[in-house]
Nanobody, 115 residues
């Protein structure tokens, strides 16, 4: 069974940092475009960052310069390094994998930014 398992969420103070990880299993990880989404209570799910099977990456404007998406194909893992965190970054963060019509989601991990 395909699995995407996120980790690294938690409580952090404004200005702090977190590194989220998403470990994939039972997919050919290297061919998938990977992405991080987030959803705050009462709001729509938002695409935060993507990284292709090649070298390309993209970010929503609100996180540019603060977040970095990366991948380690040998470990079948995608990361989201989050720096200079703000309260508005508080959300459940979801890992996503896409290859053509194949789409998979992780279970989500809570990130709370609060003093």
């Amino acid at each position: 069974q395909v699995q995407l398992v996120e980790s690294g969420g938690g409580l952090v103070q404004p200005g702090g940092s977190l590194r989220l990880s998403c470990a994939a299993s039972r997919i050919t990880f290297s061919i998938y475009t990977m992405a991080w989404y987030r959803q705050a209570p009462g709001k729509e799910r938002e695409l935060v960052a993507t990284i292709t099977s090649g070298v390309g990456s993209n970010y929503v404007d609100s996180v540019k310069g603060r977040f970095t998406i990366s991948r380690d194909n040998a470990k079948s893992t995608v990361y989201l390094q989050m720096n200079s965190l703000k309260p508005e970054d508080t959300a459940v963060y979801y890992c996503n994998a896409v290859f053509g019509a194949l789409r998979y989601w992780g279970q989500g991990t809570q990130v709370t930014v609060s003093s």
